[in-house]
């Protein structure tokens, strides 16, 4: 019954495709008509709630797809391609994104793990790499209703918006993908921390040997635990993070060099062959060929 509202609520507010703030940090709502292929994108810590449709997403080369039945859950920044395959004005994409503040997360996962046998702690489920999938709880619902039910009141948002946002997150980290999100935002993540400082740094020179370093391991050590994390090499995700964020960016608008200097790259010739290389065309081309989407990432 709550999904139900809460696939009626986006629905009153969005009748066509698009994406909208609730008022809520962080939170916002998306319905999309079109069938769109998988497009470069990156997603930032989030999670994404579908209650009606189905959303794609490419990790990779690994291709996962949900709908209303699971939620995905990524809690670092990750170079993926994502899309709507299935979307149209009969069957419409719809839900709701949220992103997660580190902060308030790193907070909580510390209190649950002080908690100790009060949390499950997941240890029989396999490791996730970079991004999880949860069945809808009864607690992950009423939570996510419960926070959306604050949207267009300043007063309520000011005063409860904090605390219905931090209880929809002790619902994810107590959900499904718990275990992987708390192991995430866990205080000793060396490999969350260096995801978030290439994330934030794409127009730097980024080395393994500094990011081994500040992590506090072996390059060897280093690489092997960052594959495990997100499937990639470190050389592999900063590459693909680089491309994606160009590519995102000149389908919104900027030029191949601008795009180019944006993430790091001084040769623009380089930037188009490692370009053409992961995606098949050209920066142009790429520019040319994209269609307007409802892009979360």
């Known amino acids: 019954m709550c ?15 698009g994406l909208i703030e609730t008022g809520i940090p962080g939170v916002r709502l998306f319905r999309a008509t079109t069938a769109v292929p998988c497009a470069p994108a990156v997603y930032e810590p989030s999670v994404i709630a579908i209650v009606s449709g189905t959303k794609e997403a490419v990790l990779d080369g690994a291709r996962y797809e949900y709908d209303h039945s699971r939620y995905m859950c ?3 920044s990750m170079p993926v391609k ?9 069957n419409p994409l719809c839900g709701v994104y949220i992103a997660l503040d580190p902060r308030m997360m790193t907070e909580l ?4 793990e002080n908690a100790g046998g009060a949390i499950r702690s997941g240890k029989q489920a396999p490791l996730s790499q970079g991004i999880r999938f949860a069945q809808w709880d009864a607690a992950f619902t009423d939570a996510l209703l419960r926070l959306l039910q604050l949207r267009g009141n300043e007063t309520d948002i000011a005063v409860l918006g904090e605390a219905r ?24 993540n060396a490999i969350a921390r260096s995801i978030a400082h290439v994330s934030s740094n ?3 020179p980024i080395s393994i040997d500094e990011m081994a370093t500040r992590a506090g391991m072996s390059r060897a050590a280093f690489h092997r635990k960052f594959k495990q994390a997100t499937t990639m090499s470190p050389i592999q995700f900063v590459k693909s993070m680089r491309l994606n964020t160009a590519a995102m960016r000149i389908a919104g608008g900027i030029t191949v060099n601008e795009a180019a200097m944006d993430v790091g790259y001084v040769s623009p010739s ?17 520019r040319d ?9």
């Open 165 to 188: 946002l931090r209880e929809l997150y002790y619902a994810i980290l107590k959900g499904e993908a718990g275990y992987f999100a708390r192991q995430a935002f866990s205080v000793g």
């Open 74 to 76: 990524c809690p670092t």
């Open 3 to 17: 999904k139900q509202q809460i696939k009626h609520f986006i629905e009153s507010r969005l009748c066509q495709g």
């Open 109 to 112: 996962a510390m209190e649950m």
């Open 82 to 90: 994502a899309g709507t395959p299935t979307a149209s004005p009969e």
């Open 202 to 204: 794409l127009d730097a």
């Open 270 to 286: 380089q930037f188009s062959r490692e370009f053409k290389r992961m995606y098949g065309q050209s920066p142009r081309q790429w």
């Open 289 to 297: 060929t994209q269609q307007p989407a409802v892009r979360m990432a």
